[in-house]
């Protein structure tokens, strides 16, 4: 077990630079889960980690050594593929004793790690049976297992999840979460389902186009995004955003929308926005931040003639249009309207989030 550091970590492939001096502290047995789109740079840091790639600038340090010039099997990691990299004609004991073998260790001890490590994934049955024999979460679980027996000192995980279906993706989530707690190591783990990193992690790295725009714990991200990419990226159904204006009125602030729509600015955030006022923003609002009409402090009158409605069982999303705007609210299916109906609603104010049209930073965080 060891803390990880990326200090300055550069990719560059010709000219282009796929991670762009990328530096992060991880702490001794913490989860963290690096997110973003295809192509953001997550796998390619992943794999300089790993001694897979060789990085182009920077230090990677595991405890206090810096890896840069070490092999894969000089740092003590172990790592879960997204295809599980099993060998098909090894047994699944056989495929978790590879590595130990490799190590040459006595007989007993490898049959005891593997012992230890099948009861804790709960595949003891499984461990004379070949690959091409089990599910795909009985090969996750077993390609766990192989990472497991090394005892290393951070755990790696590419995508691991994207190959099951949905109802086993979740049943694998809680396992693994389950498993560091058994035993908790140093675990860096990439995804692109943004559910999987806020449900998982102790923090998240969010990253495009080869850097970090934002690391933190899941709450502070959803809460807090620091730019328009983190809101949009953070949160199931994503965040609304609308061309606005922040306009002043007497001793009150009103985001002006492009169809003259006027939502008056709570107090509380008033005192820090005034400095904006008269400029262009982009302002967002969570389809959760939507909600059938009432007259409460912090919340805004918004009248919707309704497009589309989408049941989801407990919930309902409706999509309306303001101005050239379409937008996503969230609503209790009890009492939810249909398409074509006009809605009285009203927007939390006090969760609204405001961002630089042209840097795309936070003005509200």
């Given at each position: ?178 498993l560091h707690k058994l035993l908790p190591t140093t675990t860096v783990y990439v995804t692109h389902d943004q559910v999987e ?169």
């Amino acid at each position: 077990m060891a803390r990880l550091q990326l200090k300055n970590v550069v990719k560059s492939y010709g000219i282009h630079e796929a991670v762009r001096g990328v530096s992060l502290d991880i702490d001794d047995k913490e989860f963290v889960v690096f997110v973003g789109p295809s192509g953001c740079g997550k796998s390619t840091t992943l794999r300089m980690i790993a001694g897979l790639e060789h990085i182009s600038g920077g230090e990677i340090l595991i405890g206090d050594r810096v890896v840069n010039r070490l092999g894969p099997g000089q740092r003590d990691i172990a790592m879960v593929f997204q295809n599980y990299a099993l060998y098909p004609h090894m047994t699944v004991a056989e495929n978790i004793a590879f590595c130990l073998e490799q190590q040459r260790l006595p007989k007993p001890e490898i049959a005891a790690r593997i012992a230890a490590a099948a009861e804790t994934l709960h595949i003891t049955e499984l461990l004379e049976r070949r690959p091409a024999q089990l599910s795909g979460g009985q090969r996750q679980r077993v390609a766990m297992g192989r990472a497991i027996v090394r005892n290393p000192k951070v755990f790696l995980f590419d995508e691991p999840l994207s190959n099951l279906d949905a109802k086993l993706r979740v049943k694998m989530r809680t396992e693994i979460k389950r498993l560091h707690k058994l035993l908790p190591t140093t675990t860096v783990y990439v995804t692109h389902d943004q559910v999987e990193a806020m449900t998982m992690a102790d923090r998240v790295v969010v990253m495009n186009r080869g850097i970090v725009e934002q690391m933190g714990e899941p709450q502070q991200l959803y809460l807090a995004p620091a730019s328009k990419f983190v809101a949009g990226f953070i949160g199931s159904p994503s965040m609304n955003f609308l061309p606005a204006r922040l306009v002043a009125e007497g001793d009150a602030l009103h985001i002006l929308l492009d169809d003259g729509t006027r939502l008056a600015v709570p107090a509380a955030r008033a005192a820090t926005l005034g400095r904006h006022a008269g400029t262009a923003v982009t302002f967002g609002i969570r389809p959760e931040s939507i909600g059938p009409r009432q007259d409460r402090p912090g919340w805004a009158p918004l009248d919707a003639a309704i497009d589309l409605v989408e049941p989801l069982g407990a919930t309902t999303m409706i999509y309306f249009n303001t101005g050239s705007s379409s937008l996503c609210a969230s609503l209790n299916s009890e009492g939810a309207p249909k398409a074509g109906m006009t809605m009285p609603l009203s927007i939390n104010m006090t969760q609204m989030h405001l961002f630089d049209p042209q840097t795309e930073r936070s003005l509200t965080a």
